[in-house]
């Protein structure tokens, strides 16, 4: 079934998107931090706002869409290069992403 949601997916017209397209439309949402949609939605639902941090990151959403979009957000060193310090295990799985990228670091 797997197999078959794959070669699917390589039929959706985003799918045919060049990679570097992709991930410049990946680095634009990353770099987008209103998220107003969101945090109103989770104020409906849940009666909270989401902390600082986890607005920050709410873009990674995108690596979880498709093993293609995974595989263009995980190589895409500009997508993790914005570090927003929340624990140590974090740190340590963003820097390996962000190779040669220069680092922002909040």
């Known amino acids: 079934i797997i197999d078959l949601k794959t070669r699917w997916n390589t039929f959706s017209p985003v799918s045919r998107l060049p990679t570097e397209l992709l991930a410049k439309i990946f680095i634009l949402r990353a770099r987008d ?32 869409v498709c093993r293609h979009w995974r595989a263009v957000a995980l190589n895409c060193p500009r997508l993790w290069n914005h570090i927003y310090v929340t624990s140590p295990k974090w740190m340590e799985t963003l820097l390996p992403r962000t190779l040669e990228a220069p680092l922002s670091v909040e």
Do not use: N, P, S
Request: net charge positive.
């Open 33 to 64: 931090t209103t998220d107003r949609d969101l945090d109103a939605l989770y104020r409906k639902k849940y009666g909270l706002a989401l902390a600082g941090a986890e607005k920050r990151y709410t873009w990674i959403r995108v690596a979880q």
